[in-house]
């Protein structure tokens, strides 16, 4: 039989997917893929159940149902004062991932530069090469995951035609200040790009930090292209609900793909979702509270344990050094924990292209049950 497609050829499995499997088969606590294992709220789920008995059950708009594209477009006016038309700059995704996918296979063309910030959520870089383009990482330096103006200035090309910006930042917890969304969207007006602006873990925000939409900024509103999605913000994280805010330029080359990829996404969840966006600002803190309070306890019991890094600010995951507890590389120490300790993590050398700094960390994701970090904390002891 002939061989498959060479875009493919170098494609591994995801690294999310493989720590999962180790972890059922060590029967290890899984600190490692990125979803609570705990549910969302039951009032937004009763809203689905009752959706779906109201006949809200057959294809929705290929671009989205009304109400949802109307809610997405009311809550980023009342948060953030930005203007999106529901009509013809916002649509409804299967996820951020799909997202991701349709934006970039919108915008890039075999042979384009795509710069990512590494370490990055492992799609980007997976969609750009399917799309024929070029990953060009420039590296968020450990231990504040901060970016080198110059470095990110020259690997900037005639051949680049999108930066991608995730914030809140995953895998480090890391929240962009004003001042460093500024000096890349300075060098994205300069260079005449676009910015993927990945803002999934946008209300799960600590301590008084806020959020500031790349959007916001000036010149960037048309730039711009931001994703987001209601599965972090309502633990819903199978439901698969995302979305898409651009130009109407950027917006209809991404339902062009969109149509011939998916189609359609759920259309209960999309009704539920678009409910569930009116009660934002009565959920929110609550939420908020919920996911702290599991930062700090696991954050002072990682602590204690002798682990030495600052508290994230923002998602629900901590990026822990290793180097002195191990002279192990991150994964093989991330199996040594899985195997031994019954903890599973992300080794985040998966997220780099080219710097070796994430072979010093692990990634721990804290969206789970108090007795599921309790027996986590439990079972490093003694580390």
Request: aromatic share 12%; net charge neutral; proline share 5%.
């Amino acid at each position: 039989m002939k061989d498959t497609a060479v875009r493919v050829a170098d494609f591994k499995d995801s690294i999310f997917g493989v720590i999962s499997k180790l972890a059922r088969e060590h029967n290890a606590v899984n600190l490692g893929q990125g979803f609570p294992d705990f549910d969302g709220p039951d009032w937004i789920k009763e809203v689905a159940y009752q959706k779906m008995k109201d006949g809200h059950n057959q294809y929705a708009p290929f671009m989205g149902t009304q109400s949802l594209r109307q809610e997405v477009s009311l809550y980023y006016k009342k948060f953030y004062g930005l203007s999106y038309d529901p009509e013809k700059e916002i649509t409804i995704t299967v996820g951020a991932t799909e997202a991701i996918y349709l934006v970039i296979t919108a915008l890039i063309n075999p042979g384009d530069e795509v710069i990512v910030l590494e370490p990055f959520y492992d799609s980007y870089v997976a969609s750009i090469k399917m799309a024929g383009g070029i990953p060009v990482p420039v590296t968020m330096h450990a231990p504040d995951f901060t970016i080198d103006k110059k470095e990110l200035e020259n690997a900037i090309s005639p051949k680049t035609k999108l930066i991608i910006l995730n914030n809140p930042h995953n895998p480090t917890g890391k929240v962009w200040s004003r001042e460093e969304l500024l000096d890349v969207s300075l060098l994205v007006e300069k260079n005449d790009l676009y910015l993927l602006s990945d803002e999934v873990y946008e209300f799960l925000l600590f301590d008084g930090v806020k959020h500031i939409p790349t959007a916001t900024l000036e010149g960037m509103m048309e730039r711009t292209i931001t994703v987001s999605s209601a599965g972090k913000t309502f633990g819903l994280t199978g439901w698969k609900i995302g979305w898409i805010c651009a130009n109407e330029k950027v917006t209809k080359a991404c339902r062009l793909v969109h149509q011939y990829v998916t189609f359609a996404v759920s259309t209960p969840m999309q009704e539920a979702v678009a409910v569930g966006l009116t009660k934002l600002s009565d959920y929110l803190p609550d939420f908020v509270n919920l996911y702290r309070s599991k930062r700090d306890f696991f954050y002072n019991e990682l602590k204690n344990l002798g682990f030495d890094f600052k508290i994230p600010k923002g998602t629900y995951f901590m990026m822990v050094p290793i180097k002195n507890k191990t002279t192990l590389k991150d994964v093989d120490f991330a199996l040594k924990l899985i195997q031994e300790r019954k903890v599973a993590t992300v080794p985040p050398s998966a997220f780099y292209l080219k710097s070796t700094e994430g072979e010093s960390y692990l990634r721990f994701c804290f969206a789970k049950k108090e007795e599921t970090l309790k027996e986590a904390a439990k079972n490093l002891q003694g580390l």
